[in-house]
């Protein structure tokens, strides 16, 4: 995970700036400058400690024959770790003797680790934190909140805070407060109305120019998207024998890029074997898996495909393991994968745990909490 991040990261600030990726034509340029989530308002940026991916969340897999596989890259706004944070404290109160018995490594202190990196992003002591919320009708404003109060932080949103003479403060009673590093849930497109989606009311005025002039620090830096990009996934290895000069430790799974000819082919006849995503979805939309679709479903994807094939891959299905799941009143098998979060500040912080997804309905491979998933707690033991 280490060398995925390390090697991901020094691709987005390559992207940004010199483009020697693009110039020694290891990556397709088109690739890069179709994509929905390549940002050129952030071309030329240099955030502090050159990192733009602060918080990641990385979904691993493991296959039937106990491979473990990145299945996918969140860098730009990762959600789900107030669930491993939860997760983990119901089942110490449940079974606090387990935990002593089988040395399992804590995962509490993970909001003293967000805040440590957050403040080591200023050269100065004490800076003002702020947790940046699309508000109370967001899916995952709960852990906004918890981290925010976690942290001794402020929760806002776009409409407390204002930007005079390019910084940022938060309206109070008492008049305004400076802000230095903002923690932003926001995406992208709605961060700032004068540079993004000018219908957005989740951002801020000024929010990405006060960012440019480096009077506020926003974590995960705007711009990050282009790395997760599925599309660009298809090209990690890549990226890290470019950057590091090393072999892939954690190998992605088989991708197929419907943008290119022979795969768009091979897809296309194959629609009813394979995985299909949008390039740029989230939270299991966008997606067809073949071999539980109907033949209309096909149909219409192959249409898609079709009529913009940029926006699609295409993936074998891979058998993902299962763990014991109370179903009921029986105990069943049920498909999984995990999510560990991974902190980059002035070094690289992995926390002891995961987010463990789990397909709650019986032969699903759809984890996702929006589309039915649940979730558990994940142990690391300590064996010293």
Not at 44 to 55: E, F, Q, R
Not at 264 to 287: C, F
Not at 293 to 314: C, G, H, L, W
Request: aromatic content about 10%; proline content about 5%.
């Amino acid at each position: 995970l280490m060398q995925r991040i390390t090697a991901l990261n020094l691709f987005i600030n390559d992207i940004y700036n010199e483009q020697k990726i693009l110039k020694d034509k290891i990556i397709p340029e088109e690739l890069i400058f179709s994509s929905k989530t390549y940002l050129k308002e952030c071309l030329g940026l240099h955030p502090p400690l050159n990192v733009w991916t602060h918080i990641t969340g990385t979904d691993l897999i493991r296959g039937d024959g106990g491979q473990f596989y990145v299945l996918e890259d969140n860098l730009r706004c990762p959600s789900g770790v107030s669930y491993m944070l939860e997760n983990r404290e119901i089942l110490k109160r449940t079974f606090p003797e387990l935990f002593e018995k089988l040395n399992v490594r804590p995962v509490y202190n993970y909001t003293h680790y967000l805040k440590d990196m957050l403040q080591s992003l200023v050269s100065f002591h004490s800076p003002s934190i702020a947790v940046l919320t699309p508000g109370i009708y967001n899916s995952a404003y709960f852990e906004h909140s918890y981290l925010a109060q976690q942290m001794g932080a402020e929760l806002v949103e776009g409409q407390d805070l204002i930007v005079d003479n390019d910084y940022v403060y938060k309206i109070t009673t008492h008049g305004p407060e400076k802000i230095d590093v903002i923690y932003r849930r926001v995406d992208d497109d709605f961060l700032d109305p004068l540079v993004f989606r000018k219908d957005s009311l989740l951002g801020v005025p000024g929010l990405f120019k006060a960012y440019k002039k480096g009077n506020v620090v926003l974590v995960n830096a705007p711009g990050t998207g282009v790395a997760d990009d599925k599309a660009v996934y298809a090209y990690i290895d890549r990226i890290i024998k470019y950057y590091l000069g090393e072999e892939i430790i954690i190998p992605n799974v088989r991708t197929y890029i419907c943008s290119e000819k022979d795969d768009y082919k091979y897809v296309l006849e194959n629609i009813d074997k394979l995985v299909i995503k949008q390039t740029n979805a989230s939270g299991g939309y966008g997606m067809l898996i073949g071999p539980k679709s109907t033949r209309d479903e096909q149909e219409e994807f192959a249409k898609k495909i079709k009529q913009n094939p940029r926006d699609y891959i295409a993936q074998p299905v891979i058998n993902l393991s299962r763990v014991p799941t109370l179903s009921e009143n029986t105990i069943e098998g049920r498909h999984v994968d995990l999510r560990p979060y991974i902190l980059f500040g002035k070094e690289i912080k992995i926390i002891p745990g995961a987010l463990t997804r789990v397909a709650l309905k019986k032969g699903s491979l759809v984890v996702n909490s929006s589309q039915g998933g649940g979730s558990k707690d994940t142990w690391v033991i300590d064996n010293i």
